[in-house]
């Protein structure tokens, strides 16, 4: 049965997040998505003169291939997806998840293998195509949610069809005041952290990189980062759930790092020399997205939530740090989850996730959504 929210998510998807243009190339990437989506991205690529390219993944398929994956396989297959990406103008992933732990039993060193040799063609996506990435609503996800199959689905495109433009004024505003800020002090329960920023870029997320979207991201100095936080979202990572994630810094560096799963953290944060130290830090405003369900598209855009993240950095806003790990680790501040508050240079910015300065207050979740 045809659903017109397909062909509107779509639409959003072609038209505003990459902005496909005539004659332009387009890679759509779906994993575990039903045709109908498929085809309406299809057509609406079509639809504005685009040339629309498509590759269907399922995630059972992916888990029995990366089983026993060689460095020999992945390197071919690594070598003709990096060729296929250099010839495309833009890219759309929708990835949709049967069982979200799908990878949990894959061996450590099979994904880090998998990471380490699909980098390229990561980059190439991200440095060179206009690219958007989102989650697709299932059973799986609504489970997760704590809601039904059909709620969920409710829920998901009236997050995603937020009107991202209503929030820019806000955005351009957090966005000068990051970029003038040097210290950053972050408190809350289990939580008494500090860095710099000073001469980082930040930058606007939108809804032209992710869907959904909401949060505007800088990066710690490297070496800056000290004192300890405890991240009250429960993650997923590598195919295992991780729950009460508290980790300890000293001159930038994760020193201690616990959780329910403290050993796979620790191997994961051992993956090489940049895993223990900060490659992003974020703050999540979307005024839909509230609880978070270990989908970290949605809970990276909490309303009133920050997040950390070991790993990467993203050359937009770069402190410098490599790795091939890129984890984003959520903590909530309403009150509700306990509260906290954000310092820029001791002014208090942020107070149990609602922004104070005035030229801030359209992000607040009240006068946004």
Same mark, same amino acid.
């Given at each position: 049965?045809?659903?017109?929210?397909?062909?509107?998510?779509?639409?959003?998807?072609?038209?505003?997040?990459?902005?496909?243009?005539?004659?332009?190339?387009?890679?759509?990437?779906?994993?575990?998505?039903?045709?109908?989506?498929?085809?309406?991205?299809?057509?609406?690529?079509?639809?504005?003169?685009?040339?629309?390219?498509?590759?269907?993944?399922?995630?059972?398929?992916?888990?029995?291939?990366?089983?026993?994956?060689?460095?020999?396989?992945?390197?071919?297959?690594?070598?003709?997806?990096?060729?296929?990406?250099?010839?495309?103008?833009?890219?759309?992933?929708?990835?949709?998840?049967?069982?979200?732990?799908?990878?949990?039993?894959?061996?450590?060193?099979?994904?880090?293998?998998?990471?380490?040799?699909?980098?390229?063609?990561?980059?190439?996506?991200?440095?060179?195509?206009?690219?958007?990435?989102?989650?697709?609503?299932?059973?799986?996800?609504?489970?997760?949610?704590?809601?039904?199959?059909?709620?969920?689905?409710?829920?998901?495109?009236?997050?995603?069809?937020?009107?991202?433009?209503?929030?820019?004024?806000?955005?351009?505003?957090?966005?000068?005041?990051?970029?003038?800020?040097?210290?950053?002090?972050?408190?809350?329960?289990?939580?008494?952290?500090?860095?710099?920023?000073?001469?980082?870029?930040?930058?606007?997320?939108?809804?032209?990189?992710?869907?959904?979207?909401?949060?505007?991201?800088?990066?710690?100095?490297?070496?800056?980062?000290?004192?300890? %936080?405890?991240?009250?979202? #429960?993650?997923?990572?590598? &195919?295992?759930?991780?729950?009460?994630?508290? +980790?300890?810094?000293? *001159? =930038?560096?994760?020193?201690?790092?616990?959780?329910?799963?403290?050993?796979?953290?620790?191997?994961?944060?051992?993956?090489?020399?940049?895993?223990?130290?900060?490659?992003?830090?974020?703050?999540?405003?979307?005024?839909?997205?509230?609880?978070?369900?270990?989908?970290?598209?949605?809970?990276?855009?909490?309303?009133?939530?920050?997040?950390?993240?070991?790993?990467?950095?993203?050359?937009?806003?770069?402190?410098?740090?490599?790795?091939?790990?890129?984890?984003?680790? %959520?903590?909530?501040?309403? #009150?509700?989850?306990?509260? &906290?508050?954000?310092?820029?240079?001791?002014? +208090?910015?942020?107070? *149990? =996730?609602?922004?104070?300065?005035?030229?801030?207050?359209?992000?607040?979740?009240?006068?946004?959504?």
């Amino acid at each position: 049965m045809h659903d017109a929210r397909f062909d509107d998510l779509a639409n959003l998807l072609v038209g505003y997040s990459i902005r496909l243009k005539r004659n332009e190339t387009v890679l759509i990437e779906v994993f575990d998505v039903p045709d109908e989506m498929t085809i309406a991205l299809i057509r609406a690529a079509r639809n504005v003169g685009g040339i629309p390219f498509v590759q269907n993944y399922h995630a059972r398929v992916s888990r029995a291939l990366a089983l026993e994956a060689s460095d020999r396989q992945l390197s071919l297959i690594a070598g003709h997806e990096l060729g296929r990406m250099k010839k495309m103008d833009a890219y759309i992933a929708v990835r949709g998840s049967n069982n979200i732990t799908e990878l949990s039993d894959v061996p450590a060193e099979k994904m880090k293998l998998v990471a380490k040799r699909m980098r390229a063609v990561q980059d190439q996506r991200v440095k060179k195509t206009k690219w958007v990435v989102l989650r697709w609503p299932t059973p799986s996800m609504a489970q997760l949610a704590g809601m039904s199959t059909e709620a969920f689905e409710d829920f998901y495109f009236t997050v995603c069809g937020l009107d991202y433009r209503k929030l820019q004024p806000g955005m351009k505003a957090l966005k000068r005041l990051m970029e003038k800020t040097n210290r950053v002090e972050i408190k809350g329960p289990g939580t008494d952290l500090r860095f710099s920023m000073k001469g980082i870029p930040a930058v606007i997320c939108g809804g032209d990189r992710n869907i959904p979207d909401g949060e505007v991201f800088s990066c710690p100095v490297r070496d800056s980062v000290q004192g300890h %936080v405890r991240f009250n979202a #429960p993650s997923i990572y590598q &195919g295992t759930g991780f729950d009460g994630i508290r +980790l300890e810094f000293k *001159d =930038g560096k994760i020193v201690d790092a616990t959780s329910n799963e403290t050993r796979k953290l620790n191997k994961i944060l051992n993956s090489d020399a940049g895993a223990r130290y900060v490659g992003e830090f974020s703050l999540g405003f979307n005024p839909h997205v509230l609880q978070p369900m270990r989908d970290i598209l949605f809970d990276e855009k909490i309303a009133g939530s920050f997040h950390l993240t070991p790993g990467q950095a993203y050359e937009e806003a770069d402190n410098g740090n490599r790795s091939q790990v890129h984890w984003d680790m %959520v903590n909530i501040q309403r #009150p509700e989850y306990g509260g &906290g508050e954000i310092y820029f240079d001791g002014k +208090l910015i942020r107070r *149990d =996730g609602n922004f104070l300065p005035k030229q801030l207050r359209s992000l607040n979740r009240s006068r946004s959504s």
